[in-house]
């Protein structure tokens, strides 16, 4: 008696009791589209979060200063530079100076791919003619736009002639350029007033950048805040800020051995601020904080898988009480069946094959209902779906093997039963 | 009662007998306070081609001789040669291919498998053989025609009469072309016309087909169809005589 003869056998007998099956299928499908769900919604999150990490350069290396106390609250994040909203200002001598980073770079040479300095100007407005529109600028040099992973797709990046002339250019999103000016008109060139404060300066594009549409550009109501860049030069003129910086973002070359360059660098600058009363230096990158919190989704994630797999133990226990209910019930045609020339193990093998048809069913319904379910849950929190192949192998495969493990007892049970007895049976 | 069991010995000793048992004592609950003996020193031999019945009232060991013959149980002393092969000696996977081949069951309360075809049903001790797919609905196809249920091939157990239920487990008996027929009380369940059909159907095969059967009855009309008729009386055998015969078949 082949395997395909016992396949059709045990489908014909789940078909004969439809209803019966399907209950004992129940706690297979909740189990496995729990896990599955479960497994989709989570992969969802940490995929997406990884995704949009992408593009802001998670191993791009925050330098930033940090007051010298217990409360530690200046890990704030964010793939461009950090500004500390501490209850107290550094003065200007504490700030890290442009000879500490000259030093760095001359120390660590090669390792150092871009570092990125940036001081804010502040959020205002932009103006030309009647249209007005908020904008958010930020003195940049030149490595910025390596950190930041800034595409130009029209005129070019602020140069060192913007940084050292102190010009009164930037450089701004595409989409900014089109609301400026209207569509189809090229940007380059053009000037509009800008406005921060007290302060107005014309200022001239050089260049548009994608700006990428993710979660991370600021919405303030239904107006967006454009982000502009201008040479670090111009800006702390204007600003009249003192020569030094409160965070910049390293870029290391070689990002294999990432986080060790995060300590050495953290160590280096923390050097200059030992005899420092009340600031040093603490590195960070979003990496490292990336990785954290995926860990942790991930433990939450199997935590609630595990307690979704207790289901899949009950119906297991399900599955085999079904099939014990089911032999007893079958007792006769067991014992006709031996009485016609079925050894042990053919019976054994077409109760198992019944048991693990069951809770394979069960199993396939689950992933699709699992499948529909962490869709749903995924779209819901605002991700795309993300099914885990490998879950949906276990899946099968374990479905499979609690039908086997759940089975074989009962199949057993029927392949030891005396044919005499059997036959008797009423 | 000695001579009596010797008498049972073969009416016609030619080649090897397809049933050879001597001696058999059957005993359950061995070596415990209920220990039982059954069957006291059976001694039956049955050649090929033959149509034996065994009567008997009901205790007296029927059920118990039909169940070792039909190798479904072992002897406790004694031995059992089915075809040559000693049955105390054989493993159970050994007994299964015996039954298999050998022997072909027909039982009162039909035992046809539920919610299977007839022709599923007769093909069952096929698939055991492990005869492929497609010769196995060949065969049981043929088999439904000469028990003439040819037309009822497709419908389930519960949508046939007992006498067609009985024609398609008679079919079923000879899926595999065994030697042995074994019938216990066939017609038990059956009124008197679909006995008669059903009986019809044994005599058919005996003649035509060369079955050896075994026919184990409490109704006295259909053992004189036989053509040997053992009485069985607590546990031994008693008495041994010709059948009066049968004249329904041509």
Request: hydrophobic share 40%; aromatic share 6%; with cysteine.
């Amino acid at each position: 008696m082949g395997l395909l003869d016992n396949i059709r056998l045990a489908f014909a007998s789940l078909w004969a009791g439809k209803l019966r099956a399907l209950l004992t299928m129940l706690g297979i499908i909740i189990g496995i589209g729990s896990v599955i769900a479960i497994l989709t919604v989570g992969d969802s999150l940490t995929g997406t979060i990884n995704d949009s990490m992408q593009g802001l350069g998670v191993s791009n290396i925050t330098v930033s200063l940090t007051e010298k106390s217990d409360e530690e609250d200046a890990d704030s994040s964010g793939g461009v530079s950090v500004r500390i909203f501490g209850p107290s200002q550094p003065a200007d001598e504490d700030l890290m100076t442009d000879e500490m980073i000259s030093d760095y770079r001359a120390l660590f040479g090669d390792q150092v791919s871009a570092v990125s300095l940036s001081a804010s100007l502040g959020s205002g407005t932009a103006e030309l003619d009647t249209t007005s529109l908020n904008v958010s600028a930020t003195g940049v040099n030149l490595d910025y736009q390596t950190a930041n992973n800034i595409n130009i797709t029209n005129g070019r990046f602020l140069n060192q002639r913007d940084l050292d002339g102190e010009k009164k250019v930037c450089v701004v999103p595409d989409t900014f350029a089109e609301a400026l000016l209207g569509e189809g008109v090229d940007p380059i060139g053009s000037s509009f007033d800008l406005t921060v404060g007290a302060k107005v300066l014309r200022c001239y594009i050089v260049g548009v950048y994608e700006q990428e549409e993710n979660g991370t550009v600021s919405l303030l109501g239904s107006q967006t805040s454009y982000p502009i860049y201008l040479p670090l030069s111009t800006v702390k003129t204007l600003t009249g800020a003192a020569d030094g910086y409160e965070s910049f973002t390293v870029v290391g070359s070689d990002l294999e051995n990432n986080s060790q360059f995060l300590q050495q660098t953290e160590d280096f600058f923390a050097s200059y601020y030992t005899r420092n009363p009340s600031w040093t230096v603490s590195a960070s990158s979003l990496e490292s904080m990336v990785s954290t919190v995926t860990e942790m989704i991930s433990t939450v994630q199997l935590a609630i898988a595990a307690i979704a797999a207790i289901s899949l133990l009950v119906g297991g226990i399900g599955v085999m009480n079904i099939m014990l209910v089911s032999i007893t019930e079958r007792t006769r045609e067991i014992g006709t069946r031996k009485a016609l020339g079925a050894p042990g193990w053919a019976i054994r093998l077409q109760f198992i094959t019944e048991s693990v048809v069951i809770c394979l069913v069960g199993g396939v319904i689950g992933i699709l209902l699992g499948l529909a379910l962490g869709s749903w849950g995924s779209n819901l929190l605002g991700y795309a779906a993300r099914p885990s192949l490998l879950a949906i192998a276990v899946s099968v495969g374990f479905s499979m093997l609690i039908g086997i493990f759940f089975g074989y007892y009962p199949a057993s049970k029927a392949a030891k039963l005396d044919p005499i007895d059997a036959l008797r049976y009423e | 009662m000695e001579r009596e069991n010797r008498a049972a010995t073969p009416p016609c000793p030619q080649g090897q007998p397809l049933v050879a048992i001597h001696d058999l004592v059957k005993t359950y609950f061995v070596g415990r306070p209920n220990e039982l003996e059954i069957l006291h020193g059976i001694d039956l031999t049955v050649w090929p081609g033959e149509f034996v019945a065994i009567v008997g009232e009901s205790g007296s060991g029927k059920s118990t001789i039909m169940n070792i013959i039909g190798a479904l149980d072992r002897p406790t002393r004694g031995s059992y040669l089915l075809d040559g092969v000693d049955i105390e000696r054989a493993s159970d996977r050994q007994l299964s291919a015996i039954r298999n081949r050998k022997i072909g069951f027909v039982f009162q309360t039909f035992n046809l498998i539920g919610r299977t075809s007839a022709q599923k049903n007769v093909e069952l001790p096929l698939l055991y053989a492990g005869v492929p797919a497609r010769r196995r609905a060949a065969r049981a196809r043929e088999l439904l025609e000469m028990v003439g249920m040819g037309d009822r091939a497709k419908h389930q157990p519960n949508e046939l009469s007992g006498g067609q239920k009985q024609r398609v487990a008679i079919a079923r008996a000879m899926a595999c072309d065994p030697p042995l027929l074994l019938a216990d009380e066939p017609t038990g369940a059956l009124d008197t016309q679909t006995s008669r059909t059903v009986m019809d159907l044994f005599h058919k095969l005996h003649r035509e087909r060369g079955k050896t059967i075994i026919l184990i009855t409490h109704n006295p009309a259909l053992a004189e169809e036989c053509e040997r008729i053992l009485t069985l009386q607590d546990g031994r055998i008693v008495s041994q005589r010709k059948g009066a015969g049968y004249h329904g078949l041509a």
